[in-house]
């Protein structure tokens, strides 16, 4: 009888173990499938097939918003053996032929993510010049990319979006922290890096510019880097582009309560002069960049636009202007487009998160939404928006995994997850 009982009890042990070994495969397996579907929705361009993929993520019986942002965040799949080292690489831009340069660790691991350095070169040269003479510098624990644009045009339409282009691209590929993603470069380079990253700062750990600096006309747009790390270094005795170009600018921003580091060398180069990069200022910008991170939702914004830079912005989108608003880009060839950018014909919005309240200023601003999050309001108690000392919105918002997912989708970077939005009208406002 005992033998009897221990066979049963050894054979029912062995069943539950098999049992419980079956349903944690399952649960595996249903994870594993939600994470790819999720995946799928992201990634299609197709509108019909992303509708049936997002039926299917919204039918999924554990859905909560949680497991949606982890699917987001670490459902995505990279190719397990990417090329490696330094690689020249093609890419269409707006119908343009266009390349960049870059390196990636030769030990790449695609369990591991990796800081993405972008970094725009000066007038002269190219990104294939560059990428030798800063991987050398930084080593091979970070992924670097260098495009190249004729004549260091990164002030260009076309530049800009060379570089979010690029951007986007390697981070397809290769598994890049979104959170770690730096832009850099020297002279026109330096340019471009306050001139792209200005509208974009949202997508960067940080900036460090070069010898480089923008009219001060434009400094207001410099308000976008207040959740943006800056790093600014500058030859005192550069003749090619004169040190208060970056002494007015780092000025602007103590002025503006900007944290920055603004970083003068007396060095000069036998050939260049005081307009270079001395290498015995990198160890301490690279200590710089590691103790930088992205910050994806931070409770105060200050966003100051021109009238063709109208994305999102961290949690904030103009999504209408109001009166003349300015074309930074144009107003290099055009003279009325040069009076506005003279007259700070801007749109702005500043906004600050207190407990559910959002106090918003704005100008020239008729219509703008703001994106919700749960690390910004308590979804549990109304939500109020106060623009310029008037209550537009009082009221609960509900989460929304739908609204999650396509949000995720149109930003594409992985790590900004909204799940309620407010849109406020001004237009019929008098000014």
Avoid at 132 to 154: E, F, H, K, N
């Amino acid at each position: 009888m005992i033998k009897r009982i221990s066979l049963f009890f050894m054979t029912f042990m062995v069943f539950l173990s098999a049992t419980v070994d079956v349903n944690a495969k399952t649960a595996s397996s249903t994870t594993e499938d939600f994470n790819l579907v999720v995946q799928q929705y992201l990634l299609s361009n197709d509108a019909a097939q992303s509708a049936v993929f997002l039926k299917e993520v919204l039918a999924y019986p554990a859905l909560t918003i949680s497991n949606l942002e982890d699917a987001i965040k670490t459902g995505r799949v990279y190719p397990a053996k990417p090329s490696t080292g330094f690689l020249h690489k093609s890419i269409e831009v707006a119908g343009f032929k266009m390349s960049y340069a870059m390196h990636v660790p030769p030990n790449y691991d695609v369990k591991k993510s990796y800081p993405l350095i972008v970094c725009l070169h000066g007038a002269g040269f190219v990104g294939d010049s560059y990428i030798d003479r800063w991987q050398s510098r930084l080593g091979s624990d970070v992924i670097l990319v260098c495009p190249t644009i004729q004549g260091g045009a990164w002030w260009s339409p076309q530049g800009e979006n060379l570089v979010l282009d690029v951007m986007d691209a390697v981070s397809s590929e290769y598994h890049v922290d979104p959170e770690k993603v730096f832009l850099t470069g020297m002279s026109n380079g330096g340019i471009g890096v306050y001139l792209v990253g200005m509208f974009h700062a949202d997508r960067f750990a940080a900036i460090a510019p070069m010898a480089g600096g923008i009219p001060n006309e434009i400094f207001p747009f410099l308000k976008n880097f207040s959740a943006t790390g800056i790093y600014i270094i500058h030859g005192a005795h550069d003749q090619v582009m004169p040190v208060r170009l970056s002494q007015e600018l780092s000025a602007y921003l103590e002025d503006a309560e900007i944290p920055h580091t603004y970083r003068e060398h007396g060095k000069e180069h036998p050939r260049a002069g005081g307009h270079f990069f001395p290498r015995e200022e990198l160890p301490a910008l690279v200590k710089w960049f590691n103790g930088q991170r992205r910050i994806a939702t931070p409770v105060r914004i200050e966003s100051v636009r021109d009238v063709n830079h109208l994305a999102p912005f961290y949690w904030t989108q103009i999504n209408q202007i109001s009166g003349k608003v300015a074309d930074v880009q144009k107003s290099l060839f055009n003279n009325d487009e040069v009076e506005l950018v003279k007259n700070g014909s801007f749109a702005s919005l500043t906004t600050e998160v207190e407990g559910n309240t959002v106090n918003v200023e704005s100008a020239r601003v008729g219509k703008f939404t703001l994106f919700f999050n749960n690390r910004l309001v308590d979804f549990s108690k109304p939500v109020r928006v106060v623009v310029n000392g008037k209550t537009y919105f009082e009221g609960r918002l509900t989460e929304s995994p739908a609204f999650l997912l396509e949000e995720a989708k149109r930003r594409g970077d992985g790590v900004s997850f909204y799940a309620a939005s407010v849109q406020i009208d001004l237009s019929k406002e008098k000014h």
